[in-house]
């Protein structure tokens, strides 16, 4: 239940912040400017939890990890309404139940679905039966969404390439990136034998990496364009994980290889965060910010919901186990490795060979009546 309510807390709050953003400046430098900063602080609060986490941990007991978000939460509760005022009148809107029960379910079929795949094999009747419940939930939930007058998720919009690649390259990154964690989590505890505290540690260098990568985006952005800065960060991202397979058993060469690959990681991971928003925002009209955004979050969400199980029935499959040798754990890593630089290679070519640059739809700041009639319109066409 307290992940569930986690996970509803996630859902309000991560769209309206992004469409807050986007909704505050217009597109150009100045909001690639404001993305690539918040791109930077979510990079920094990552570092900074890694180090807490171990800290806690080690000194405390792990529940403390919990406890610390309460007065954090509070704090921000305090603070936001002195310095946050609606921008427009609220409106009232169904919640598309049949929307998120699908997409929950489908979630969950696919999980559970890698998982016994991890344990019992890909042709299990139970691993194929869970699959095939998972596509045909997906089908369910697209059919509901393309249908519902105020749809969960906004899927007629990824009838435009900037939408639908950027998506694909948010859920690369973010699938691939906390997949990685976990990897890199089981070799330093299975093979190196690190702490909690140590482990900690070896994440800070990924957090200061993705700060940097947060603070150039935008020049990157305003240099070359979006689908250009999709492929380098995904492509640096892929050639970090494919670093990381000279990873071995002893640990000064292994922590000191994690420190460096994973900061040249978290810096292309955050370059496609920053450009994925920003290929996925532009070209809309305000009123479609909110949609878009809530789009970008369902696929953060998805990302994170995936990723692990994905690589770690991966990395079980080829020999990670709590009672596995250390060598098997680190076939197991290596494997998970390899694919996660697969996965963002391949999605790095389509970027590169199908993006387009959306047009413009005019101004999406200030006076309303600035904006032509004929940009709604414009906006719901896809772009060629």
Do not use: C
């Not at 171990?54 to 509070?74: K, Q, S, Y």
């Not at 540690?201 to 985006?217: E, K, P, R, S, Y």
């Not at 935008?218 to 999709?230: D, E, F, I, Q």
């Amino acid at each position: 239940m307290a992940r569930v309510m986690q996970g509803v807390a996630t859902a309000i709050t991560t769209p309206s912040a992004l469409a807050l953003l986007t909704t505050s400046f217009p597109e150009g430098p100045a909001r690639n400017r404001a993305l690539g900063l918040n791109g930077a602080l979510l990079s920094l609060g990552f570092a900074i939890g890694s180090v807490l986490g171990g800290v806690l941990t080690e000194l405390f007991v792990w529940r403390f990890t919990f406890f610390i978000n309460v007065p954090v939460g509070l704090a921000v509760l305090a603070v936001a309404p002195f310095v946050i005022r609606n921008s427009s009148e609220p409106t009232r809107q169904r919640l598309d139940v049949p929307g998120a029960l699908t997409l929950s379910g489908t979630l969950l079929s696919l999980v559970l679905g890698l998982t016994w795949a991890g344990e019992h094999g890909w042709t299990d009747p139970t691993t194929l039966g869970l699959l095939a419940g998972a596509a045909l939930l997906a089908a369910a939930f697209w059919v509901v969404e393309t249908r519902s007058p105020h749809p969960l998720a906004a899927v007629a919009i990824l009838r435009r390439r900037s939408v639908a690649l950027g998506n694909l390259a948010g859920l690369a990154t973010f699938s691939m990136e906390s997949g990685k964690v976990f990897l890199l989590t089981i070799y330093l505890q299975q093979v190196l034998g690190a702490s909690a505290l140590q482990t900690g540690v070896a994440f800070t260098v990924l957090g200061a990496g993705a700060f940097t990568g947060g603070m150039v985006a935008p020049r990157v952005l305003n240099r070359v364009g979006a689908r250009a800065t999709l492929v380098v960060g995904l492509t640096t991202q892929a050639l970090a994980a494919v670093a990381l397979l000279g990873l071995g058993q002893g640990f000064a060469a292994g922590y000191a290889l994690i420190l460096v690959a994973t900061a040249i990681g978290g810096f292309g991971h955050v370059l496609v965060i920053v450009s994925y928003t920003v290929a996925v925002t532009s070209g809309l009209p305000d009123q479609e910010q909110g949609l878009a955004s809530g789009l970008t979050a369902m696929s953060q969400q998805v990302a994170f919901t995936l990723g692990t199980p994905v690589l770690a029935a991966v990395a079980i499959a080829a020999g990670v186990s709590a009672t596995a040798s250390a060598q098997e754990n680190l076939t197991g890593v290596h494997t998970g490795l390899g694919v996660s630089a697969v996965v963002l290679l391949v999605v790095s070519g389509l970027v590169a060979v199908f993006y387009r640059t959306p047009r413009p739809v005019g101004p999406t700041s200030g006076d309303a009546a600035a904006v032509p009639a004929v940009v709604g319109q414009q906006a719901q066409e896809p772009v060629r």
